[in-house]
């Protein structure tokens, strides 16, 4: 093995041996999701202060539709109520685990994966949270569901990326966790794949969320589903929208007035 790859395997037998169970997948989610959900939010959202003509040249929304400075906050607000509830009920779920003597669910094995099963395990993850996600997603669009439930995350129709975790606490758990939880919980994969998998999903989202063309195709995409509401369900990639039809194939089909959806023809 090369020096870096032996340098983690000590450092992550060291941590096996040092901490519990418990304090590894509760402190290591933790740490991961501040680190890769709240660093990219400050970056995104920082720009318009540090580079305000670089940022209304890369944003895809005009400068009127943006959120003001109060929904911003509250959408810190409501992020930070999200992740709390999420870290308790991850903290109870885990501790009723121990209590009754059942092992982790994922493999806290101090010896790392090897390659071929870290890129199997995270391809798997991949495909299941797209899955997932987009027929959750489809589902909370539903007339019965969206007034209650989706309706709180659509508030931002021009996002940025603290609008990513800006959900009804019940959506949060259903569709924006449990999609990522589940692939990497069901194969007992490796607590270090999930959480290299979850620290990607995370970048992903924010950047998704952030309003600005950087990535061609990455956040223009989920910022249309925002504008326009009935079309690009998908998280990470096309393949169900293209499977189901609900793709946008180009923007002059789509427009929002007054907050009503018009399909034109």
């Not at 010896?111 to 890129?119: A, D, E, G, S």
């Amino acid at each position: 093995r090369s020096f870096p790859m032996e340098s983690l395997e000590h450092s992550w037998k060291s941590i096996v041996g040092r901490y519990t169970p418990l304090q590894i997948e509760v402190v290591g989610t933790a740490i991961v999701q501040l680190l890769t959900f709240y660093l990219p939010c400050v970056i995104y959202m920082s720009l318009p202060l540090l580079a305000p003509e670089f940022s209304m040249r890369h944003k895809l929304q005009k400068q009127e539709k943006q959120p003001t400075a109060a929904q911003i906050k509250d959408a810190f607000l409501v992020v930070m109520r999200n992740q709390t509830i999420a870290l308790v009920l991850q903290f109870l779920s885990i501790y009723n685990e121990r209590r009754r003597g059942y092992p982790s669910v994922f493999d806290l094995s101090p010896q790392l994966p090897t390659l071929t099963i870290f890129l199997r395990d995270i391809f798997i993850m991949l495909v299941v949270r797209e899955m997932l996600f987009y027929y959750i997603h489809r589902l909370f669009h539903t007339k019965r569901l969206y007034p209650y439930i989706h309706k709180i995350h659509h508030r931002f129709t021009a996002p940025c990326a603290l609008a990513a975790q800006y959900a009804h606490p019940f959506e949060h758990i259903v569709c924006n966790v449990a999609p990522i939880f589940l692939p990497g919980a069901l194969m007992k994969s490796h607590v270090l794949t999930f959480w290299v998998f979850l620290a990607a999903m995370l970048i992903e989202t924010s950047t998704v969320h952030s309003g600005y063309d950087f990535w061609p195709h990455l956040a223009e995409k989920h910022d249309r589903h925002h504008e326009v509401f009935m079309w690009n369900y998908g998280a990470s990639l096309d393949w169900f929208d293209w499977l189901h039809g609900t793709k946008e194939k180009t923007k002059a089909k789509n427009t929002t007035t007054g907050g009503k959806q018009i399909k034109k023809d």
